[in-house]
């Protein structure tokens, strides 16, 4: 009796450690809850901050490329306009040189830039031509009269004129007479021009336009002297631009102070067109269109919808095949187009503001591109979180490494992708560079939509949304495979074991 009263208490004894331990446990379970929340909370914090940031950042973009039509420029190919190569030759059938096409290609662009055209493009393609693009102009003929000329301006006394056939057209009134070359001898050229501006003429009963030129100190004193000696005889001075005779005024009185008014009944177009080539003064080379082409706005408004609507379209595609293989893990794709589509209208739109983008076809292929980029990085580091899970690791420690080697991967990738936009930007021409801008610029934002969205979003998820469901965030198999394998893991480990002890 004794025995068993002493092994009644001493199991009562038991049962009362074991309430006490468990009591005593609790506590220390709660506490263990209370500091696991806090090592999570500065974590979940900055990944809201830094979500919260990006918002911010998002509302920028937007308002600034809202309406795109408006805020994006667009370039000739989408817009409209001319594209025309020039072929540069010298007269004594020489090439030219690298220093003399560098100098026509800057005064091309001068005498583009005086025509008024918005988001022109002056560049040199190979050793001898020169590209010019102007969007909104319709007139490929027009444009090359302008920026082509050679821009050789001299003046002649008609006196000096050695071409008889010539002076009887000009004595005649004929308009654009050719001289022929070594008959005649210029007193002055277009270098002694300081500026010129255009006018109406004095006589505006025919609304005709002059150009009034202004001479620097040498080229005052030249014109005094010979509109002294003509002025008498009321002699005729003939404007010669490249060979060709515009007009021939005569002489009323002597031009003393280098202010000279030259007339020949021009338009307000031709009088435009004449300054421009004063202006920016004289071609080393002569200029010869050897291609045009004209773009109309229709078309290019027509390429510029279909471009958009194929982008949709695969972005269509791209969600709905990662809504059916991720589930509710293709919410975290989704938002990272959206974030990255804000981000790149966003950037293009500054740039055009910037006067140093406008949108062209080739460079909406690389919209295009980088939009699936922006894509596969997302599956990468979903299909790494989901690796993760299988692997045996708990939710958030399969967010922090899948985020973490998804992105070092898309990272290689998009290292190799950016070398190759920044190399077709900086050595192509013409519409290619286009094409390697946004495809470079596409990386940048990629690389921005991931570090603030996609690692910072699914490791926000992690801490306790996705444990939550994980049938709707596509992660149930995973964790059940993780499961398998644990079983089989430990299956093993004790057939190991027990091999062991009836081996010993």
């Known amino acids: 009796?004794?025995?068993?009263?002493?092994?009644?208490?001493?199991?009562?004894?038991?049962?009362?450690?074991?309430?006490?331990?468990?009591?005593?446990?609790?506590?220390?379970?709660?506490?263990?809850?209370?500091?696991?929340?806090?090592?999570?909370?500065?974590?979940?914090?900055?990944?809201?901050?830094?979500?919260?940031?990006?918002?911010?950042?998002?509302?920028?973009?937007?308002?600034?490329?809202?309406?795109?039509?408006?805020?994006?420029?667009?370039?000739?190919?989408?817009?409209?306009?001319?594209?025309?190569?020039?072929?540069?030759?010298?007269?004594?059938?020489?090439?030219?040189?690298?220093?003399?096409?560098?100098?026509?290609t800057a005064i091309v662009q001068n005498r583009v830039n005086a025509l008024g055209a918005a988001e022109t493009s002056v560049q040199q393609q190979g050793t001898n031509s020169i590209l010019v693009q102007i969007p909104g102009?319709?007139?490929?003929?027009?444009?090359?009269?302008?920026?082509?000329?050679?821009?050789?301006?001299?003046?002649?006394?008609?006196?000096?004129?050695?071409?008889?056939?010539?002076?009887?057209?000009?004595?005649?009134?004929?308009?654009?007479?050719?001289?022929?070359?070594?008959?005649?001898?210029?007193f002055m050229d277009g270098s002694s021009i300081k500026s010129s501006a255009v006018a109406q003429a004095s006589n505006t009963a025919t609304g005709a336009y002059a150009v009034n030129v202004s001479l620097d100190s040498e080229g005052t004193k030249e014109f005094a002297e010979v509109t002294a000696e003509l002025a008498p005889t009321h002699g005729q001075i003939a404007i010669v631009l490249d060979g060709v005779v515009n007009s021939a005024p005569a002489v009323q009185n002597v031009i003393k102070d280098g202010n000279v008014s030259i007339t020949g009944n021009f338009t307000l177009d031709d009088a435009k067109a004449l300054k421009t080539v004063l202006d920016s003064g004289s071609l080393p080379v002569t200029l010869s269109y050897s291609e045009s082409r004209v773009v109309g706005p229709t078309l290019g408004q027509d390429s510029l919808r279909e471009g958009v609507?194929?982008?949709?379209?695969?972005?269509?595609?791209?969600?709905?095949?990662?809504?059916?293989?991720?589930?509710?893990?293709?919410?975290?794709?989704?938002?990272?187009?959206?974030?990255?589509?804000?981000?790149?209208?966003?950037l293009l739109s500054l740039l055009s503001r910037m006067g140093a983008f406008a949108l062209t076809l080739p460079g909406l292929a690389g919209v295009v591109l980088?939009?699936?980029?922006?894509?596969?990085?997302?599956?990468?580091?979903?299909?790494?979180?989901?690796?993760?899970?299988?692997?045996?690791?708990?939710?958030?420690?399969?967010?922090?490494?899948?985020?973490?080697?998804?992105?070092?991967?898309?990272?290689?990738?998009?290292?190799?992708?950016?070398?190759?936009?920044?190399?077709?930007?900086?050595?192509?021409?013409g519409p290619v560079k286009g094409f390697g801008l946004t495809t470079a610029l596409g990386i940048l934002c990629d690389l921005v939509t991931m570090f603030l969205f996609k690692a910072p979003a699914l490791r926000l998820l992690s801490l306790g949304t996705i444990q939550k469901n994980p049938r709707f965030w596509g992660i149930a198999n995973d964790l059940a495979e993780a499961e398998e394998l644990?079983?089989?893991?430990?299956?093993?480990?004790?057939?190991?074991?027990?091999g062991g002890v009836a081996h010993a």
């Open 1 to 104: 009796m004794a025995r068993d009263k002493s092994s009644s208490t001493s199991k009562t004894g038991v049962d009362r450690w074991n309430a006490t331990e468990k009591a005593s446990s609790r506590p220390s379970r709660q506490q263990s809850r209370k500091g696991s929340t806090r090592s999570r909370n500065p974590q979940a914090k900055r990944y809201q901050f830094t979500l919260l940031a990006l918002v911010v950042l998002l509302v920028v973009c937007a308002i600034g490329f809202m309406p795109p039509a408006e805020r994006i420029t667009q370039g000739l190919d989408i817009r409209g306009g001319v594209s025309v190569i020039l072929s540069a030759s010298k007269t004594d059938g020489s090439a030219p040189s690298a220093e003399e096409m560098e100098t026509a």
């Open 486 to 498: 644990k079983e089989a893991r430990t299956a093993t480990a004790a057939r190991d074991q027990k």
């Open 309 to 346: 609507f194929a982008i949709g379209i695969g972005a269509i595609i791209v969600v709905a095949y990662l809504f059916f293989f991720y589930q509710g893990l293709g919410l975290l794709t989704l938002g990272s187009l959206a974030v990255f589509g804000i981000l790149y209208l966003g």
């Open 370 to 429: 980088t939009t699936g980029s922006a894509a596969d990085s997302s599956i990468l580091v979903l299909e790494r979180f989901r690796e993760e899970i299988r692997m045996g690791r708990s939710v958030r420690a399969a967010a922090i490494g899948g985020t973490k080697e998804g992105i070092s991967t898309s990272l290689d990738a998009d290292a190799v992708q950016l070398v190759t936009a920044l190399a077709l930007f900086f050595m192509a021409i």
């Open 137 to 186: 102009a319709t007139d490929a003929d027009a444009a090359v009269k302008t920026i082509g000329q050679t821009g050789h301006l001299e003046f002649v006394r008609l006196d000096a004129i050695g071409d008889a056939d010539a002076l009887a057209k000009i004595n005649a009134g004929t308009e654009n007479v050719k001289l022929k070359e070594g008959t005649y001898t210029a």
